[in-house]
T-cell receptor, first 114, second 112 residues
Framework: NAGVTQTPKFQVLKTGQSMTLQCAQD?????MYWYRQDPGMGLRLIYY???????DKGEVPNGYNVSRLNKREFSLRLESAAPSQTSVYFC?????????????FGSGTQLSVL | GQQLNQSPQSMFIQEGEDVSMNCTSS?????WLWYKQEPGEGPVLLIA?????ELTSNGRLTAQFGITRKDSFLNISASIPSDVGIYFC????????????FGTGTRLQVTL
């Protein structure tokens, strides 16, 4: 009963380094998302994938790229990390029921960029 | 992007007390969702509201979809220590979940 699994849990990068955050879901959901969470800002959408083979920008996409590898996996890549990207990152997938989209979140990746 | 206004930002209450928090927007939403986030974890869905005026309960939690469709309320009765966390509201218009807008959160602390 894993749900949404994210790795790594914690990461420290130096400015300019690159890294990929991995996400996988086992609920057979079509849609997947990457959010970042900053103090006092709530959750802000970085990128989403409505279905396998498609990706779209969210509210704060600059500095990030994504890959929807297959229906289960959706990765987030930082090509050249900046201190402004220090945040907690959450992956989510969603199901549609009664006209509403319900998001299911992973446990997050805490990223620090020095 | 738009953020929903949640209040209060934080609450310190004693075990056994009732809690009320709300979420307001300048825009109309078709659906309201309430999430709880515990330390080190992702948000977990508590309650979903689908139409204006709807009142829905989940154990000690009760949430209401405002008549104007611009606000929602969450009440927790007889709080216990495990209620500690950050509570987020989220409003959704029609379309995909990419149209979900989150509130800034209410941090709840419960003392014995």
């Amino acid at each position: 009963n894993a749900g949404v699994t994210q790795t790594p849990k914690f990461q420290v990068l130096k400015t300019g380094q690159s890294m990929t955050l991995q996400c996988a879901q086992d609920m057979n959901h079509n849609s997947m998302y990457w959010y970042r969470q900053d103090p006092g800002m709530g959750l802000r959408l970085i990128y989403y994938s409505a279905s396998e083979g498609t990706t779209d920008k969210g509210e704060v996409p600059n500095g990030y790229n994504v890959s929807r590898l297959n229906k289960r996996e959706f990765s987030l890549r930082l090509e050249s990390a900046a201190p402004s990207q220090t945040s907690v990152y959450f992956c989510a997938s969603s199901e549609h029921a009664r006209g509403a989209w319900k998001l299911f979140f992973g446990s997050g990746t805490q990223l620090s960029v020095l | 992007g738009q953020q929903l206004n949640q209040s209060p930002q934080s609450m310190f209450i004693q075990e056994g007390e009732d809690v009320s928090m709300n979420c307001t927007s300048s825009s109309i939403f078709n659906t309201w969702l309430w999430y709880k986030q515990e330390p080190g974890e992702g948000p977990v869905l508590l309650i979903a509201l689908y139409k204006a005026g709807e009142l829905t309960s989940n154990g000690r939690l009760t949430a209401q979809f405002g008549i104007t469709r611009k606000d929602s309320f969450l009440n927790i009765s007889a709080s216990i220590p495990s209620d500690v966390g950050i509570y987020f509201c989220a409003g959704q218009r029609s379309g995909t979940a990419s149209k979900l807008t989150f509130g800034t959160g209410t941090r709840l602390q419960v003392t014995l």
